[in-house]
């Protein structure tokens, strides 16, 4: 398995950081984790609120925990809480169930890493962390054929279309 590397990290950030202040997003923070939630790259704006680290690193351990965005991950745990919360407590409640996590691909569709943005409201944060990683050439779920992000599939079902 490859990993994302520190210039498509930095670029990932960069990328976010740029976008949220053109469409005037409150101070961001950014995280970019390679697979096994290993930090690569961490920038926090300034005024950007304290424990901004945890939240951002919580949402990209969280896509990578479950092979889904954050987001999904949020849908999980308003489907199945009994789970989320296993899921939580086994992580040492490192995982963050709220939008803004999204695993990063690279050209052939591999799991590289992911990234959390934490700041703005759960949508712009999703939007950011895809955003960012599209203006480094890499991918997104969506990106890769055969996804389907319906709620409750895993990864492996997305993938065949099931």
């Known amino acids: 398995m490859s990993a994302i590397t520190l210039d498509q990290a930095n670029g990932i950030i960069a990328a976010i950081l740029k976008r949220g202040a053109e469409t ?13 939630c290993v930090v690569k790259a961490f920038q926090k ?4 609120s304290m424990s901004r680290f945890e939240m951002a690193y919580g949402k990209a351990y969280a896509s990578l925990a479950l092979g889904r965005s954050s987001s999904l991950v949020k849908l ?9 919360s ?63 992000d319906a709620p409750g599939r895993g990864v492996h079902e997305r993938r065949r279309g099931r």
Do not use: M, W, Y
């Not at 704006?45 to 950007?48: H, K």
């Open 24 to 36: 005037n997003c409150r101070p961001l923070s950014v995280v970019v984790v390679e697979p096994g």
């Open 45 to 48: 704006e300034d005024g950007a």
């Open 76 to 84: 999980r745990q308003n489907e199945k809480p009994e789970f989320v």
């Open 86 to 148: 296993f899921l939580i407590g086994t992580s040492g409640d490192r995982l963050f169930a709220e939008g803004g996590g999204r695993l990063i691909r690279g050209t052939d569709g591999s799991v590289i890493g992911a990234v959390g943005v934490t700041g703005d409201t759960e949508e712009n944060d999703e939007e950011l962390a895809a955003h960012g990683i599209h203006a480094t050439g890499l991918k997104i779920d969506e990106d890769c054929e055969g996804f389907n």
